[in-house]
């Protein structure tokens, strides 16, 4: 079996919570769906952190290593959304 990515995580959850909000579920197949959506959330939350590690840039600062989120980075005019 394939890891599974952040994508397809956050694609099973938004699919998981229609299910949820459909009303249409036993109790026992929506406390099952529920459960698999926990476990998702862990994954796409350890996923995030672990990213957001990777993104801090190491930046020199009077001759000193730095580590600066990347967030916190003036980066002018470009425009970094894309």
Avoid: W, Y
Wanted: glycine share 8%; with cysteine; charged share 30%.
């Amino acid at each position: 079996m394939a890891k599974p990515t952040f994508e397809n995580a956050l694609a099973r959850l938004e699919q998981l919570t229609g299910e949820l909000e459909g009303g249409d579920l036993s109790l026992d197949a929506s406390l099952k769906k529920f459960d698999e959506g926990i476990k998702l959330v862990a994954f796409c939350n350890k996923n995030l952190t672990e990213v957001r590690a990777k993104v801090e840039l190491l930046l020199t600062k009077d001759g000193q290593l730095e580590s600066v989120p990347f967030n916190e980075i003036d980066h002018g005019d470009q425009d970094i959304s894309e």
